[in-house]
Nanobody, 126 residues
């Protein structure tokens, strides 16, 4: 098990920025064994892929809707993954979840991720 805790959500105006953090518990094993991903779910919609980063952090992948605005990064020493969100739009409003995929390669599909955080709300006002 890898307990994950997200933080950093909140209310921001369109065009603003937020930085989400996701911390893994120290009891969750070797953090660098997990590819990490960010997903989001808006009210009445399916959970959707946002970004993923490989175990070493050398490779990242983004959804087209956030490419150029969001940046995913990780610090394996701190057992943390981050999502820097710039130029936020009202359509970015959602609950954001981080997820961990043991021995993963950075997948887009939510079903590849075994462990999930509880989510953090991001609301972008117009």
């Amino acid at each position: 098990q890898v307990p994950l805790v997200e933080s950093g959500g909140g209310l921001v105006q369109a065009g603003g920025s937020l930085r989400l953090s996701c911390a893994a518990s120290a009891s969750g094993g070797t953090f660098s064994n997990y590819a990490m991903g960010w997903f989001r779910q808006a009210p009445g919609k399916e959970r959707e892929f946002v970004a993923t980063i490989t175990r070493t952090g050398r490779s990242t992948t983004y959804a087209d809707s956030v490419k150029g605005r969001f940046t995913i990064s990780r610090d394996n020493a701190k057992k943390a993954v981050y999502l820097q969100m710039n130029s936020l739009k009202p359509e970015d409003t959602a609950v954001y979840y981080c997820a961990a995929d043991l021995w993963g390669v950075g997948a887009r599909a939510a079903r590849e991720y075994e462990y999930w955080g509880q989510g953090t709300q991001v609301t972008v006002s117009s």
